[in-house]
């Protein structure tokens, strides 16, 4: 899947210069092009059909995984007090002698992905094989909000390790069983993507791009890091922030959820470490540091869906199609972000070091709303807006100019007014309409703002207490002036609730455009 933000209008330039991509799911499409001199190669494993069969070469994630499953089984068997079991479990020959036949293995499919721009990634055939050596015996346990937003675990934080001196090695080994791959079929097609397991409950957060395509009827499978699938089902997913909460089927009671940080604590220019599923590379792990903080991101599914838009960390760890849902770590192993999008040059052009993770503060409370009711409320201003600039006391500033304010909302509660310009929610400054709907998005009903807005030529603070955004809210990216869902918005992207007058003006606006 491929989405760009909105390109800068006449009059203010946009803070994205760039197209941004969400990073699709890869899917068993068409290749990633390969950087000249480097082409990729990796073609799909194929499972062994038959007993006697060749021997087929193991990925790289199988043969970790068998490994990683071995050593278990020695440690296990240490503490036990036990002869530890042989370090190959596939090869161990029974104790009266007989060779052992070899361990029929779990098939592993892997995939490439093409990017192109404005066409959603998946259509191919992609085959996918559930473990039939997992739990079957249900054990559904009573839903738990407790461990959401939980900062620590037995291994995080990472003792040794801190911003001014992270030891990867040591944060890699620490989280990397509560990072999962997510697959999802529908139909002759599939994708693939990343996700985090946040509670012993089985939930995993992912972006909802990742997994749209359980919406038509697909199947989602999770494949942890040791290698074992399970089924999962879609809790629920929100379309406005890009993310969704999966929960796995008959869970195992060994899952490791991650501890989840505080974005608010982020600062640029610290280290970061990203964990995900890159093109069906499964357990790949890259370092980098935050670029940036509050990076108006806009991205959308197709022409049809409502624009996810987000305050984004901006990092410069490589991140790329498969990676999309996966967490964003510090340098003590808790979670940041979820790694959603990344810029590109041109539509082969892959990372480019500009990625984009949602903060796991936005995270949190849209994963806990997704969890209890199955949607997430968001706030909600009622007005439509416009990039431009305000000058004010001999300076001149950035701004989201308001076009309309809708009758009875917060904003005209408040006070606003067409053609101001709010320069700043609270302490943060506002580049655009873009930015300031990505602050809203990020605060909750109920929340008492100020906005610093420029009227006349004079600067003055008005107090807004926001609403809960109404279901009937639709986006049309384009139409609704660079705030895709804090306006009014009816079917078709026509405002609703406007005198004709206002109705005029609104179309004139958008004739202007």
Do not use: C, Y
């Not at 359980?214 to 290698?227: C, P, R, S, Y």
């Not at 599914?301 to 849902?325: F, H």
């Not at 808790?334 to 041109?346: E, F, N, P, Q, Y």
């Amino acid at each position: 899947m491929t989405t760009s933000p909105e390109q800068p209008r006449p009059g203010g330039a946009h803070p994205q210069d760039h197209p941004t991509q969400p990073l699709p799911p890869t899917g068993a499409t068409q290749p990633l092009p390969a950087q000249a001199g480097a082409p990729h190669t990796a073609a799909p494993h194929t499972a062994p059909s038959d007993a006697g069969a060749p021997a087929q070469r193991l990925s790289p994630a199988q043969e970790w995984a068998r490994w990683d499953a071995a050593q278990r089984e020695r440690r296990a068997a240490e503490q036990s007090g036990q002869q530890a079991a042989p370090s190959d479990p596939w090869t161990a020959s029974p104790s009266d002698g007989t060779p052992a036949q070899p361990r029929r293995r779990r098939p592993w499919v892997w995939a490439t992905a093409g990017v192109v721009a404005g066409v959603l990634v998946g259509g191919g055939a992609m085959g996918l094989a559930l473990d039939q050596d997992g739990p079957v015996a249900g054990n559904e346990r009573s839903t738990s909000l407790a461990d959401i937003g939980r900062t620590s675990t037995e291994q995080v934080p990472v003792a040794g390790s801190s911003a001014e001196d992270p030891d990867w090695q040591a944060v890699a080994s620490a989280v990397r069983a509560s990072v999962v791959a997510i697959e999802v079929t529908s139909g002759s097609s599939g994708s693939q993507g990343s996700g985090v397991i946040i509670d012993e409950d089985g939930h995993v957060v992912t972006n909802n791009h990742v997994v749209s395509g359980a919406a038509q009827g697909g199947a989602v499978a999770v494949t942890l890091t040791d290698g074992r699938i399970f089924e999962a089902e879609v809790v629920g997913t929100d379309v406005a922030t890009d993310l969704a909460v999966l929960r796995l089927v008959d869970a195992p009671d060994d899952l490791q959820p991650a501890a989840l940080g505080d974005s608010d604590d982020v600062v640029v220019g610290e280290p970061v470490m990203a964990v995900g599923n890159p093109l069906g590379l499964a357990n790949t792990v890259t370092t980098g540091i935050v670029s940036a903080l509050d990076r108006p991101v806009s991205t959308q599914e197709d022409a049809r869906s409502e624009a996810a838009v987000t305050n984004a960390i901006q990092i410069d760890a490589a991140v790329n199609p498969g990676n999309s849902g996966g967490p964003l770590f510090d340098a003590q192993g808790r979670v940041i972000g979820i790694t959603s999008s990344i810029a590109t040059l041109s539509q082969q052009s892959g990372s480019i070091g500009l990625g984009f993770a949602i903060p796991v503060n936005l995270t949190k409370n849209v994963a806990s709303q997704l969890i209890e009711d199955g949607q997430a409320e968001h706030a909600f201003l009622g007005v439509t807006m416009s990039d431009g600039t305000a000058t004010a006391d001999g300076v001149t500033r950035r701004g989201a100019v308001v076009q309309t304010v809708q009758e009875g909302s917060p904003a005209a509660e408040g006070g606003l007014q067409p053609e101001d310009v709010i320069v700043a929610i609270g302490d943060d400054p506002v580049g655009g309409a873009e930015s300031l709907t990505a602050f809203v998005r990020s605060l909750s009903s109920g929340d008492d703002v100020t906005l610093t807005v420029v009227r006349g030529g004079e600067t003055r603070e008005v107090d807004v207490t926001l609403s809960t955004r109404p279901d009937t809210l639709t986006s049309d990216p384009g139409q609704q002036d660079g705030q895709p869902d804090q306006g009014q918005g009816g079917q078709g992207g026509l405002p609703e609730d406007l005198t004709p007058e206002q109705l005029w003006e609104w179309f004139q606006q958008q004739q202007g455009r």
